[in-house]
C-alpha cells in the first residue's frame, strides 16, 4: 500500500489538477424525474445477454443463500424475459397478440473485472441487522466493502444484484432507474437492483406467495425503466375513475398497457378487470411491473420492450457493448488502490524497467505538477523497459490501472 504522505498528495492531484482516472408497500422503486414515452421503436439488432453479479449480503444463516437458488434466479430471468415462461399461456385475451420476448438473457458472470474465473456470486456476510436500509453519510452500506456491504462490480458492464435483508417494512426490492443513474440522483456505484432474501429465486428458500422469482424480474424492469402499470405513484385506493385516469401522473408512459389505478397488491385476479372503464381495454394486472402474487405475474408487452430498448441504448449502452468489461476502467466506483500490480525494478536515464504483474495494464505517468508526461499499455504479465522521451527530471507519479485497481507509486527520474 503507498503510504498516508503519498495519498495526500495524490488526492492534492486529483483536486488541483483534473487528474482523471477516466472518472469519471412491495416495491420502493420511483423516479422524479421519468423519461418521456419513446416515439421511435428501438428495435434490438440481435438479443443480448447481460453479466449478472449477485452479491449476497448475510447478517444470519437464514439470509445466506444456496448457489442453486441463486442459478434458478437466472433462470426465470431467461425465462420471463424470453417470453418462454410456462405460465404464459394464462395470458388473457386483450394481451396475447401484446406480449414481448424483451430479448435480454442474463448469465451469472464468469470472470470478474479483473478478467479472473469468478462464479459471478458474491457471498458477504456482515454485522449489521437490516443492512439494505442503512446509510452512512448517504451511502448505502449494502453497497460498499468499507460500509459493511459488497462493492459493485463496474456497473456499466455488469448487472449488480444485491440480495439481503432490505428491512424497509413490506418492500420487497428495489430498482434504480436509468434515470436516477444519469440525474446523480443515485451513485453509480449503488446501480443495480436490491431483493429482499426471501424473495430471491424459485422455490427453495423463497417464501410463498413470492417464491417464483417475479420480485427481481419486476425490479429488473425499473433497472430498465419500466415503471408501474399505473405510473409513478400510486393512485389513492379507490379513487373515482373520472379523476384519476385522465390524470397523466397514473401512466407509465406505454401505450399498449391500458390505463390502470388499481395495484391489485398481493392479489390474483383473473378474467377481465378494469379500473378506468371506457378506456380502451382491461387492466394489464398480469405484467411483471404490477404487485400481484409471484404466480399471476407473467408479462410484458411490446410496448414496454420499446422503452427498454430505447433505454438501454440511452442509458445503459455498456450493457449492449460485448467488450464492455475490458474496458470498464475504474469508472463506476472508488479505485480500489493496491500494491500488486507491478514492480518498479530501476529507473535510469529516462527510461524505466518495469515488471508487469498481471495482463492487460494501463500505465500513466504524470509529473509532479499533475500533468500526464507518457502512457503505454501493456499486454502480458512480464518485464520490459520503457523509453520516456524528453522527460524533465524530478519527482514523478507512475499510475497503473486495471479495471477497478490501482496502484500508484513515486518515481524520481
Ligand atoms: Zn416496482
Same mark, same amino acid.
Given at each position: 500500500?503507498?503510504? @498516508?504522505?503519498? #495519498?495526500?498528495? &495524490?488526492?492534492?492531484?486529483?483536486?488541483?489538477?483534473?487528474?482523471?482516472?477516466? +472518472?469519471?408497500?412491495?416495491?420502493?422503486?420511483?423516479?422524479?424525474?421519468?423519461?418521456?414515452?419513446?416515439?421511435?421503436?428501438?428495435?434490438? =439488432?440481435? +438479443?443480448?445477454?447481460?453479466?449478472? %453479479?449477485?452479491?449476497?449480503?448475510?447478517?444470519?444463516? @437464514?439470509?445466506?443463500? #444456496?448457489?442453486?437458488?441463486?442459478?434458478?434466479?437466472?433462470?426465470?430471468?431467461?425465462?420471463?424475459?424470453?417470453?418462454?415462461?410456462?405460465?404464459?399461456?394464462?395470458?388473457?385475451?386483450?394481451?396475447?397478440?401484446?406480449?414481448?420476448?424483451?430479448?435480454?438473457?442474463?448469465?451469472?458472470?464468469?470472470?470478474?473485472?479483473?478478467?479472473?474465473?469468478?462464479?459471478?456470486?458474491?457471498?458477504?456476510?456482515?454485522?449489521?441487522?437490516?443492512?439494505?436500509?442503512?446509510?452512512?453519510?448517504? !451511502? !448505502?452500506?449494502?453497497?460498499?466493502?468499507? &460500509?459493511?456491504?459488497?462493492?459493485?462490480? *463496474?456497473?456499466?458492464?455488469?448487472?449488480?444484484?444485491? %440480495?439481503?435483508?432490505?428491512?424497509?417494512?413490506?418492500?420487497?426490492?428495489?430498482?434504480?432507474?436509468?434515470?436516477?443513474? @444519469?440525474?446523480?440522483?443515485?451513485?453509480? @456505484?449503488?446501480?443495480?437492483?436490491? /431483493?429482499?432474501?426471501? !424473495?430471491?429465486?424459485?422455490?427453495?428458500?423463497?417464501?410463498?406467495?413470492?417464491?417464483?422469482? !417475479?420480485?427481481?424480474?419486476?425490479?429488473?424492469?425499473?433497472?430498465?425503466?419500466?415503471?408501474?402499470?399505473?405510473?409513478? =405513484?400510486?393512485?389513492?385506493?379507490?379513487?373515482?375513475?373520472?379523476? *384519476?385516469?385522465?390524470?397523466?401522473?397514473?401512466?407509465?408512459?406505454?401505450?399498449?398497457?391500458?390505463?390502470?389505478?388499481?395495484?391489485?397488491?398481493?392479489?390474483?385476479?383473473?378474467?377481465?378487470?378494469?379500473? *378506468?372503464?371506457?378506456?380502451?381495454?382491461?387492466?394489464?394486472?398480469?405484467?411483471?411491473?404490477?404487485?400481484?402474487?409471484?404466480?399471476?405475474?407473467?408479462?410484458?408487452?411490446?410496448?414496454?420492450?420499446?422503452?427498454?430498448?430505447?433505454?438501454?441504448?440511452?442509458?445503459?449502452?455498456?450493457?449492449?457493448?460485448?467488450?464492455? /468489461?475490458?474496458?470498464?476502467?475504474?469508472?463506476?466506483?472508488?479505485?480500489?488502490?493496491?500494491?500488486?500490480?507491478?514492480?518498479?525494478?530501476?529507473?535510469?536515464?529516462?527510461?524505466?524497467?518495469?515488471?508487469?504483474? +498481471?495482463?492487460?495494464?494501463?500505465? #500513466? &505517468?504524470?509529473?509532479?505538477?499533475?500533468?500526464?508526461?507518457?502512457?503505454?499499455?501493456?499486454?502480458?504479465?512480464?518485464?520490459?523497459?520503457?523509453?520516456?522521451?524528453?522527460? %524533465?527530471?524530478?519527482?514523478?507519479?507512475?499510475?497503473?490501472?486495471?479495471?477497478?485497481?490501482?496502484?500508484?507509486?513515486?518515481?524520481?527520474?
Amino acid at each position: 500500500m503507498i503510504n @498516508a504522505q503519498l #495519498t495526500t498528495k &495524490l488526492l492534492l492531484l486529483l483536486l488541483l489538477f483534473s487528474f482523471t482516472i477516466n +472518472a469519471q408497500g412491495w416495491c420502493f422503486s420511483l423516479t422524479t424525474n421519468p423519461s418521456p414515452e419513446v416515439e421511435v421503436t428501438a428495435v434490438p =439488432v440481435t +438479443a443480448i445477454t447481460i453479466p449478472v %453479479v449477485v452479491h449476497n449480503v448475510y447478517y444470519n444463516d @437464514a439470509q445466506r443463500l #444456496t448457489e442453486t437458488q441463486i442459478q434458478s434466479q437466472i433462470a426465470v430471468l431467461n425465462e420471463d424475459f424470453r417470453s418462454a415462461n410456462a405460465d404464459l399461456d394464462q395470458v388473457i385475451n386483450w394481451y396475447q397478440n401484446k406480449v414481448a420476448d424483451m430479448e435480454i438473457n442474463f448469465v451469472l458472470a464468469d470472470q470478474d473485472p479483473l478478467g479472473n474465473p469468478h462464479s459471478g456470486i458474491i457471498f458477504s456476510p456482515t454485522s449489521i441487522d437490516g443492512i439494505g436500509n442503512d446509510f452512512t453519510n448517504g !451511502r !448505502r452500506n449494502l453497497c460498499y466493502d468499507d &460500509l459493511g456491504g459488497s462493492s459493485a462490480w *463496474c456497473t456499466d458492464c455488469y448487472l449488480n444484484i444485491w %440480495v439481503a435483508d432490505l428491512d424497509f417494512s413490506g418492500v420487497a426490492g428495489v430498482g434504480i432507474f436509468p434515470t436516477e443513474i @444519469a440525474s446523480g440522483e443515485v451513485p453509480r @456505484a449503488e446501480d443495480g437492483v436490491y /431483493i429482499q432474501y426471501d !424473495r430471491f429465486g424459485r422455490g427453495g428458500t423463497a417464501t410463498a406467495p413470492y417464491d417464483l422469482g !417475479r420480485t427481481c424480474t419486476h425490479e429488473i424492469g425499473h433497472y430498465l425503466n419500466l415503471l408501474h402499470p399505473w405510473g409513478n =405513484v400510486s393512485p389513492p385506493p379507490n379513487c373515482n375513475p373520472s379523476i *384519476c385516469c385522465p390524470d397523466p401522473v397514473y401512466d407509465d408512459l406505454v401505450d399498449d398497457t391500458e390505463k390502470q389505478t388499481w395495484t391489485y397488491a398481493g392479489l390474483c385476479p383473473s378474467g377481465f378487470q378494469d379500473s *378506468c372503464p371506457g378506456n380502451g381495454g382491461p387492466d394489464n394486472y398480469q405484467n411483471f411491473m404490477g404487485f400481484v402474487e409471484d404466480a399471476c405475474a407473467i408479462m410484458f408487452t411490446q410496448g414496454q420492450k420499446d422503452r427498454v430498448w430505447d433505454a438501454l441504448q440511452t442509458y445503459r449502452p455498456g450493457l449492449l457493448n460485448p467488450d464492455c /468489461i475490458e474496458q470498464c476502467v475504474v469508472g463506476t466506483k472508488t479505485p480500489q488502490q493496491v500494491d500488486n500490480l507491478f514492480k518498479l525494478i530501476y529507473s535510469l536515464h529516462g527510461e524505466l524497467t518495469l515488471e508487469a504483474l +498481471a495482463p492487460d495494464l494501463d500505465w #500513466t &505517468l504524470y509529473n509532479a505538477l499533475g500533468q500526464e508526461v507518457s502512457s503505454w499499455r501493456s499486454e502480458l504479465a512480464g518485464g520490459f523497459t520503457q523509453q520516456i522521451s524528453g522527460v %524533465v527530471s524530478g519527482v514523478h507519479f507512475l499510475v497503473v490501472q486495471k479495471g477497478i485497481l490501482l496502484q500508484v507509486r513515486k518515481v524520481v527520474l
